[in-house]
């Protein structure tokens, strides 16, 4: 496996959430290349090149959309070629497709959210995102903002109060069903964080990106190992 991830908090948390996994689950898989890249770079033919030496059968990195396009410009440029291939976040932007065209087939993506989930309330909410707005959902990202503020409402009513405090009291006990998210449920765990699964798309030739993950949600199979062109 070779990773190639942004110098920032949040790559940093997304390489040791894999050694973790790693560490938890051994003899799966061996890290060969544990690379860092500044925001916004223009050439990443240096670290390119590391993987391309190193003969990994995994590809992931942690990206911004604008790192995202030029890394996998350059990764497209090189040849380069892995059994499956990541950048986080990033994959199925329309930005990405129009930038990069069919070298986007088949990166693999893990999101928050994604209009295709197959729940009724997921149906709806695109109903009327798209008679408000005038267009559709074009990300993950309005659908969590609209249950953040569905369960802030929901802590504030149980709270029966403005108080801070008596707000976060409550908000431990939110549990929203049927949530929008993936698993039709949102509530936290002790730590705070949100229980919910990720969502994993894989991009498809002819601009079609499917759910693969999770499997009672899913639009396709994966494909993998990636086809070669």
Do not use: C
């Not at 770079?41 to 911004?64: C, E, P, R, W, Y």
């Not at 993936?182 to 509530?187: D, S």
């Not at 894989?202 to 693969?212: A, H, L, S, Y």
Request: charged fraction near 20%.
């Amino acid at each position: 496996m070779a990773l190639v991830v942004e110098n920032t908090d949040h790559g940093i948390d997304y390489v040791n959430g894999i050694q973790q996994w790693i560490e938890e689950h051994p003899g799966y898989f061996t890290i060969v290349v544990n690379e860092k890249f500044e925001l916004n770079s223009t050439d990443f033919s240096g670290l390119l090149q590391k993987v391309q030496a190193a003969n990994a059968d995994i590809f992931l990195s942690d990206a911004h959309l604008p790192d995202y396009i030029t890394m996998h410009r350059q990764y497209t440029q090189l040849g380069l070629h892995h059994q499956m291939i990541s950048y986080g976040a990033r994959g199925p932007e329309a930005d990405a497709r129009k930038a990069l065209g069919d070298a986007v087939n088949y990166i693999f993506a893990g999101i928050w959210w994604s209009s295709r989930l197959p729940y009724p309330q997921v149906k709806q909410f695109v109903q009327d995102y798209t008679a408000f707005t005038g267009h559709a959902p074009d990300s993950w990202y309005a659908a969590p903002a609209y249950e953040a503020v569905r369960a802030l409402a929901a802590a504030i009513e149980q709270a029966g109060s403005l108080d801070h405090k008596a707000i976060r009291d409550a908000l431990r006990q939110v549990d929203l069903k049927p949530s929008l998210l993936p698993g039709q449920e949102l509530k936290f765990q002790q730590n705070g964080q949100v229980k919910a699964p990720f969502v994993i798309v894989q991009n498809k030739p002819d601009g079609k990106v499917d759910i693969v993950y999770p499997q009672d949600s899913a639009t396709g199979d994966p494909v993998a190992p990636i086809p070669r062109s």
